[in-house]
């Protein structure tokens, strides 16, 4: 379980340095373009505001995950966590969607 939670703590890491460089290109764009009502227009502000908002989306995700993972080894003081951490298992047959 280590490994895992290390594996995602460094793609957090990871991610928020692609985060702030993404910042630092946007606040290096000229300000009249992002000041001006056409900057939605741009299309490369319109990707930099898609990718801004992925990566907010993927560490949210993240911090998300962490977060059960530290929650139910709290709940399992024993140490069985592997047994917690368990997927649940599947139906048989088909799903409806």
């Known amino acids: 379980m ?10 957090h890491s990871a991610l928020t340095d692609d985060l702030e460089e993404l910042e630092t290109r946007i606040r290096k764009e000229d300000h009249s373009i992002l000041l001006s009502a ?3 227009d ?7 505001y898609e990718a801004r908002t992925s990566l907010h989306s993927a560490l949210a995700s993240i911090a998300e995950v962490l977060g059960w993972i530290q929650w139910k080894t709290e709940d399992e003081p ?13 139906p048989g047959g088909y799903l409806v969607h």
């Open 42 to 48: 741009t299309p490369q502000m319109n990707e930099y």
């Open 2 to 11: 280590d490994a895992v939670v290390a594996a995602l703590e460094a793609l």
């Open 38 to 40: 056409s900057a939605q």
């Open 78 to 90: 024993d140490g069985e966590l592997a047994v917690a951490l368990l997927p649940l298992p599947t």
